[in-house]
């Protein structure tokens, strides 16, 4: 059973999510909240396998709230999901920044809904990588940020693997690029997540950026 809370200031939004999620057997709706402030406290006291919250509400926003559901360690286990109405755009890249592991935008298909929650709940990073990239490059490049600390921590290989990463390729295919195992090449994406102290794929993604070790030129297709 995933457990889930639901953050928005919009009673029908909220109302309708909750209809579409309680008709499966294998969501519950843990709590509601209209702003993030109520969301943060609900969360604490729920702990919420996967949080939907929107991007924009009065008060705290979704992406203060998010920061502060990353920032506390009793809350490691809660999977914070954005909503937006705007798709890709800076409202996006700053709640990624902050600890969010994707993002949906509200209009999205019933199916592609679930499936996320799905995929979330698992702690994997709700972006393809492809779109990932395409929204961090974007950011990136247009409001070039300090880069997090960290990066001297990394091994050779732990760069190596964060980069490729960033550029859209799975474990998989790091795995055949480096001739390591799938495994292996897991392992090291989960040592740099923690040395970065990195949530999810996506965090690792934007430092990538933020550190230089890829610059939207390596993206292009044919690089």
């Known amino acids: 059973m995933i457990r889930i809370l639901l953050v928005d200031d919009q009673p029908l939004i909220r ?5 579409l999620l309680e008709a499966e057997n294998d969501f519950e709706v843990v709590g ?7 969301g943060l406290a609900l969360a604490r006291a729920h702990r919420p396998d996967v949080a939907l ?4 509400m009065p008060g705290m926003d979704g992406i203060e709230a998010t920061r502060r559901i990353a920032a506390d360690p ?25 600890g969010a592991t994707g993002f949906l935008v509200k209009d999205t298909e019933p199916a592609d809904l679930l499936h996320g929650i799905h995929v979330a709940a698992r702690g994997e990073a709700l972006l393809s990588p492809a779109i990932t990239r395409r ?7 247009r409001r070039p940020r300090p880069a997090p600390a960290g990066a001297e921590r990394l091994t050779e290989r732990e760069r190596e693997v964060t980069a ?3 550029r859209g390729l799975s474990n998989d295919e790091i795995a055949a690029h480096l001739v390591i195992s799938p495994a292996t090449a897991k392992t090291h994406i989960s040592r740099a997540m923690t040395k970065l102290h990195a949530r999810d794929r996506a ?14 030129e390596d993206t292009r297709p044919g690089r």
């Open 15 to 19: 109302a309708g999510f909750r209809a």
């Open 32 to 38: 509601e909240a209209a702003d993030g402030a109520q």
């Open 53 to 56: 919250i929107d991007v924009q």
């Open 74 to 98: 009793t809350l490691s286990g809660v999977h914070v999901i954005i909503l937006t109405n705007y798709g890709l755009d800076e409202y996006v890249y700053e709640a990624l920044r902050a």
């Open 135 to 141: 929204l961090i490059a974007e950011f990136v490049a």
């Open 164 to 166: 490729l990463a960033a």
């Open 203 to 216: 965090q690792l993604v934007v430092f990538a950026y933020q550190s230089g070790l890829v610059t939207p």
